[in-house]
């Protein structure tokens, strides 16, 4: 019987796996001769969402927070993702906006009330993506108390260099 023990008293943030699709996805629009985003229409892709699904509702109690099955480069996807998981399993996943994506992603996600968003695309450094970062920064931060309105979960964002800063 699959188990899953809780070791201790930390979080537990599920990784949706959206990094290793993006690789599918380009295999994909090699040998069915398309762009890259027919793969996140296919069964196959589906087929993974609803294990995921599963898999977060199983695990419910181990699990603190899970990322969206976000799509790298395509945040209209990734939205639509979002979306399927909240209305056809009533799960809340934790949203992600990719380096470069449009800071009107960002806003919508906050606007439509999630207390915590990820962003993503940030692996090999955050200095690449440093100017980017701010300007979500100067979003999330945008009161007068300079706080943030927002809590946030750097993909790939490692150095502590990076981690004082953001």
Partial sequence: MEEILKISDGLFFLDSGAFSFRTKALEYSKSHKGDRWGFYD???????????????????DYIDYYANVDVIGNPEYTYRNQKFFEKEYGLRPVPVVHFGADLAWLSRYMDEGYDLVALGGLAGGAGRASDWIDLCFELICDQPSRLPKIRTHGFGVTSHQDLIRY
């Avoid at 296919?42 to 419910?60: D, G, M, Q, R, T």
């Fill in 42 to 60: 296919a069964p196959e892709f589906w087929e993974y969402c609803k294990a995921y699904a599963e898999f977060v509702i199983k695990h419910k």
